[in-house]
C-alpha cells in the first residue's frame, strides 16, 4: 500500500508490504525498528514465537514514549513479562498489525512524537 509523507522532517514510511517497508526512499527488511528522528536499524527479534524481554529492552536505547509493535499480518500480544522493562520507564507500548503499525508511525512521526516501530517479519 502507497502512503503519502507529511512535510515534516521525520524519516517516514512511502509504503509497506511482504518485501518489506520503503523508508524515505529505500526499502528496509524486517525485522526493523524504525525511530521518527534516528531512523531504520534492524531489530535481533525474528519472529513472534522467539521474543524475549532483552529485545524489547532493546527499545530502551531509543528512549521513545512510545513503541508501536507491529506483529506481523495478525495482532499478536506480546506477553506482559517480555514489555515490563517499557513499562517501568513509563513507556507506552501498542501492539497492531504491520500494515496498521505503519500507518500509524507516519501519523504520530509526523506530529513530532517521539515514536518508536518494531517490525517483525509478515508471517
Known sequence: MKLH?????????????????VVNG????????LC???GPKTWSANSYED????????LLAFQPELVIFGSGNRIKFP?????QGLIHKGIGVD????????RTFN??????????????PLA
Not at 509523507?5 to 517497508?21: H, K, L
Not at 521474543?51 to 532493546?58: G, K, S, V, W
Open 107 to 120: 501519523v504520530l512521526a509526523g506530529e513530532g512524537r517521539r515514536v518508536l516501530m518494531a517490525l517483525l
Open 51 to 58: 521474543l524475549t524481554q532483552a529485545n524489547f529492552d532493546e
Open 26 to 33: 529505500q526499502l528496509q527488511t524486517m525485522p526493523l525498528i
Open 36 to 38: 521518527a528522528v534516528q
Open 79 to 83: 506477553a506482559p513479562r517480555l514489555l
Open 5 to 21: 509523507p507529511d512535510a515534516s522532517n521525520a524519516y517516514a514510511i512511502q509504503s509497506y508490504g511482504p518485501e518489506g517497508v
Open 95 to 102: 501492539t497492531m498489525d504491520n500494515g496498521a503499525a505503519c
